[in-house]
């Protein structure tokens, strides 16, 4: 019972955060050569999942953030919160932590 519970829980991020699920590792170059899975590096772009409403200054004002939830964006090599949802890997990062944005 709790597990199936866990499954169907939905994450919020708070504050300037953004929740990104990387792209997929390729295993397959241009030419058509497979590559073993533990040789490829982590890619460094993803899709935005979800975000934070913003984050608030010292006299209180809501900044909301730019991104919104299916941008294509452009991760930092390192860095990011893993967070494992049922089978799905997801990275929660910092909204300044994000360095671009794909259009």
Known sequence: ?????????KLTPLG???LVKRAPKEVQTASGIYLPTDST?????????????GE???????HPTSLV??????????GGTKVKMG??????FRESDILGKFD
């Not at 299916?70 to 090599?77: A, W």
């Not at 089978?87 to 929660?92: A, S, W, Y």
């Open 1 to 9: 019972m709790f597990r199936t519970r866990a499954l169907f829980r």
């Open 56 to 62: 608030r200054d010292v006299t209180g004002t809501l």
């Open 41 to 53: 590096k982590d890619p460094n772009e993803g899709e935005v999942v979800a975000v934070g409403p």
């Open 16 to 18: 300037d955060r953004i």
């Open 87 to 92: 089978d799905q890997e997801v990275f929660m």
């Open 69 to 78: 939830a299916g941008d294509k964006v452009l991760l930092p090599e390192y």
